[in-house]
């Protein structure tokens, strides 16, 4: 996996330049761009990376495009900087994920805490995605049968609940269970709740 990139965009060169010479001398990766389009262009989000995004810009808001990125899935934590704040603007970009959101002129020190609470976000969030892969990739080896299976184990649901709703019989349902065990090399339910925790949606509620 590629270092992290912090992301800058801001539609004030000076600002754009100033924070970019501030993060690439604490020694981070840094891209800038001085325009929201310029950036969706351009960003890949295959590597963890933490976004520093003006609030007020003409093509896009940054509120706006946090949006579009986060209607695209793109796993980005965003630290916001602006020149007024606005409190209700706050609200909903915390609201919506965000790290944090700085007053310009923005401290140096506040600034790099921020950014370095969104690169740690973006590891755990890249993480999480890889384990999922990994488990999707595991549990392709079941049957559809014991998939089903598999997701009402999940659920709390006993042999003879999941051989009432599948229309089987309580034995078959007791194969199924210890073959989809066998294949996903897990030797207890709690096991099997976790692994499948990171493939089913909701499982890990």
Do not use: W
């Not at 796993?75 to 994920?97: H, S, W």
């Not at 989809?180 to 709690?190: E, H, P, Y």
């Amino acid at each position: 996996m590629q270092p992290p990139t912090v992301y800058v965009v801001d539609d004030d060169a000076e600002v754009l330049k100033a924070t970019e010479r501030l993060l690439a001398a604490a020694g981070m990766a840094v891209a800038a761009f001085q325009s929201p389009r310029a950036f969706l262009q351009s960003y890949d989000d295959l590597t963890p990376g933490c976004l520093v995004l003006d609030l007020a810009m003409p093509e896009l808001t940054g509120v706006e495009l946090q949006s579009a990125l986060a209607e695209r899935g793109r796993l980005l934590p965003v630290v916001f900087l602006t020149g007024r704040g606005d409190i209700r603007t706050c609200a909903e970009a915390m609201k919506n994920g965000a790290v944090d959101f700085l007053t310009k002129p923005v401290d140096d020190a506040e600034l790099l805490a921020a950014v370095a609470r969104g690169l740690s976000k973006a590891a755990a969030m890249h993480r999480e995605r890889a384990a999922r892969a990994r488990t999707a990739g595991i549990l392709a080896v079941l049957t559809a049968r014991e998939r089903q299976v598999l997701a009402q184990v999940v659920a709390g649901r006993l042999n003879k609940q999941i051989a009432a709703d599948l229309g089987t019989g309580e034995k078959t349902i007791k194969f199924h269970r210890g073959n989809l065990m066998r294949k996903l090399g897990v030797r207890s339910v709690a096991e099997l709740v976790r692994l499948a925790g990171h493939a089913i949606p909701g499982s890990d509620r």
